[in-house]
């Protein structure tokens, strides 16, 4: 039997990541109160994690078409 490859990718930036860096280098968050207050499965990707997200995707969909890959393979 061939070694599978798997492939893990969490999420691009949240909301979440984008308060804690802005935290770090002494700014504040514009909705930072209003994201305390609601559960982290709760908060958003960013514009900027959004469009991470899509690259992550279209990479791999990428990746299975060379590889040849499909779905029902998995």
């Not at 109160?33 to 969909?61: C, D, F, N, W």
Request: charged share 25%; aromatic share 2%.
């Amino acid at each position: 039997m061939m070694p599978k490859t798997v492939t893990l990718i969490r999420h691009g930036e949240s909301e979440s990541n984008l308060a804690k860096d802005l935290a770090e280098d002494g700014r504040a968050h514009e909705n930072e109160a209003a994201l305390m207050r609601v559960h982290t499965s709760e908060r958003r990707l960013t514009p900027l994690g959004v469009e991470q997200a899509k690259a992550a995707g279209a990479y791999i969909r990428a990746w299975m078409v060379r590889m040849g890959v499909t779905v029902t393979d998995c």
